[in-house]
T-cell receptor, first 108, second 121 residues
Framework: ETVMTQSPAVLSVSPGERATLSCRAS??????LAWYQQKPGQAPRLLIH???TRATGIPARFSGSGSGTEFTLTISSLQSEDFAVYYC??????????FGQGTKLDIK | EVQVLESGGGLVQPGGSLRLSCVAS????????MSWVRQAPGKGLEWVSG????????HYADSVKGRFTISRDNSKNTLYLQMNSLRAEDTAIYYC??????????????WGQGTLATVSS
């Protein structure tokens, strides 16, 4: 099973600043890496697939990069609605699909 | 517009059973892999099971293998999860999620709002 590890667990950033979230895979997942955003009481929302392709309707301030085992989600100029929990997920080595444990993005 | 709606959650005793349903609309249901993903209270996401569009290929997480069965009725655009021998650790919100036309091609692009299954005496 491919273990996904996200860091940090909690990230405190001020509105308008940039946030950088990391995700590491225990083995290569090529570019088969997705990022999701989840707000309290809501289902996860797909942000990025293929490591760097924004999903439909996702603002350009969200960007993804990386391949193999190291990945990054960057949110430039944080808006109030961006404070949430973010998960990475690999869909390369299945079953099972595996998720990271999440990074909570807090308002500083 | 793609919509996914789960139902069937509730309170059940350890060792009991529960059947979850997921009705989908807005896309050609029979052409897509569908999965169940769960989230224990205050915890992260865990993929549970996935089923091909035809219903012929199913995959399960080790944590549920032999206890849960995924199925679908394409004439009703409905996905099911039969959960038997339930344990306290199965307590979670269960989400139904749409994938691509085969496993591993794309991640989950549409999710339902989830249904809560609570296993407790």
């Amino acid at each position: 099973e491919t273990v996904m590890t996200q860091s940090p667990a909690v990230l405190s950033v001020s509105p308008g600043e940039r946030a950088t979230l990391s995700c590491r895979a225990s083995q290569s997942v090529s570019s088969n890496l997705a990022w999701y955003q989840q707000k309290p009481g809501q289902a996860p929302r797909l942000l990025i697939h293929g490591a760097s392709t924004r999903a439909t309707g996702i603002p350009a301030r969200f960007s993804g990069s990386g391949s193999g085992t190291e990945f990054t989600l960057t949110i430039s100029s944080l808006q109030s609605e961006d404070f949430a929990v973010y998960y990475c997920q690999q869909y390369s080595n299945w079953p099972p699909y595996t998720f990271g444990q999440g990074t909570k993005l807090d308002i500083k | 517009e793609v919509q996914v709606l789960e139902s069937g959650g509730g309170l059940v005793q350890p060792g009991g059973s529960l059947r979850l349903s997921c009705v989908a609309s807005g896309f050609t249901f029979s052409s897509y892999v569908m999965s169940w993903v769960r989230q224990a209270p205050g915890k992260g996401l865990e993929w549970v099971s996935g089923l091909s569009g035809s219903g012929g290929t199913a995959h399960y997480a080790d944590s549920v293998k032999g206890r849960f069965t995924i199925s679908r009725d394409n004439s009703k655009n409905t996905l099911y999860l039969q959960m038997n021998s339930l344990r306290a650790e199965d307590t979670a919100i269960y989400y139904c999620a749409k994938e691509a036309q085969w496993f591993g091609q794309l991640p989950f692009d549409y999710w339902g709002q989830g249904t809560l299954a609570t296993v407790s005496s």
